[in-house]
C-alpha cells in the first residue's frame, strides 16, 4: 500500500511539472519573438532612405546620336527620360558623370560608310570610349582613349553583320567631360555604330589643385 501510494505521488509531480512547463514555455517563447520583430523606428526617427532616393534620382541614362556624330566638340548624347521623353544632355558645369553600365552594338552592311561592308563573320570589332578631337587654332588635338574598350565578334544579322555587347562596370568609370565612341580598326568600310547607349550618375566634381 505504502508503494503505491508513493508511485501515485511521483506520479502527480511529473504531471503537475508538465503542466508548469506549458503554461511558462510559451510566455517565454513569445518574448524572445517579440523582440526579434521589434521595430525601433519612429516618426521622428525613420528608416534612413533619403539618400537612395537622391542615388535614384540622379541616375541618367544617354543614348548616342550617332547622325550627328560629326560634331565630337559637343559630343551628342540624348537624355531618355523615366517618361520616355528624350532632351539633348550636357554635363552641368561642377559635375562629373559615373558610367555604371554600357550596351553598344555596331553593324556592317554597306548602308553607311561609303561602300559595301568590307569584313566577314567571325571578325573581331572594338569599341572604344575617348575623349572628343578638337581643334585649337592651327593644332589638332587627337582624341585618346579613357579607359574604356570593349570587343565583340561580328555575326550574321537581319541585314549584313552586327556585333555587340552589355557590361556592367563595378567601380565605375569617371568622366569630366562626355566622352565618344569609335570603333577599331579605323577606317573599315561599311561599319558604323547602330546603339551605343550608357548609364550613370552625377558627382560633384573635385576641385582644381
Not at 514555455?25 to 537612395?52: G, M, R, Y
Not at 544632355?89 to 558623370?97: I, R
Request: glycine share 10%.
Amino acid at each position: 500500500m505504502k508503494i503505491l501510494q508513493r508511485f501515485l505521488m511521483g506520479l502527480g509531480t511529473v504531471l503537475l511539472l508538465a503542466l508548469s512547463l506549458q503554461l511558462v514555455a510559451p510566455k517565454a517563447v513569445h518574448a524572445v519573438v517579440s523582440t526579434l520583430v521589434t521595430v525601433a523606428n519612429t516618426a521622428s526617427n525613420p528608416i534612413p532612405v533619403e539618400q537612395t532616393k537622391q542615388a535614384t534620382a540622379n541616375f541618367v541614362t544617354l543614348l548616342y546620336n550617332s547622325d550627328n556624330a560629326a560634331n565630337q566638340a559637343n559630343p551628342p548624347w540624348i537624355q531618355i527620360n523615366p517618361d520616355g521623353s528624350r532632351e539633348v544632355f550636357s554635363l552641368p558645369a561642377g559635375q562629373n558623370f559615373v558610367i555604371t553600365d554600357l550596351l553598344w552594338e555596331v553593324n556592317c552592311d554597306g548602308s553607311q560608310g561609303g561602300g559595301p561592308c568590307a569584313t566577314s563573320s567571325g571578325t573581331m570589332v572594338e569599341t572604344e570610349l575617348r575623349t572628343p578631337s578638337s581643334f585649337t587654332g592651327i593644332f589638332f588635338n587627337a582624341p585618346q582613349t579613357i579607359g574604356y574598350i570593349s570587343r565583340a565578334s561580328y555575326a550574321s544579322g537581319i541585314f549584313g553583320l552586327t556585333a555587340g555587347a552589355g557590361e556592367t562596370l563595378r567601380s565605375g568609370l569617371v568622366v569630366s567631360a562626355m566622352p565618344v565612341p569609335y570603333i577599331y580598326p579605323y577606317g573599315r568600310i561599311g561599319e558604323y555604330i547602330d546603339r551605343y547607349t550608357i548609364q550613370g550618375y552625377l558627382v560633384t566634381a573635385p576641385p582644381a589643385n
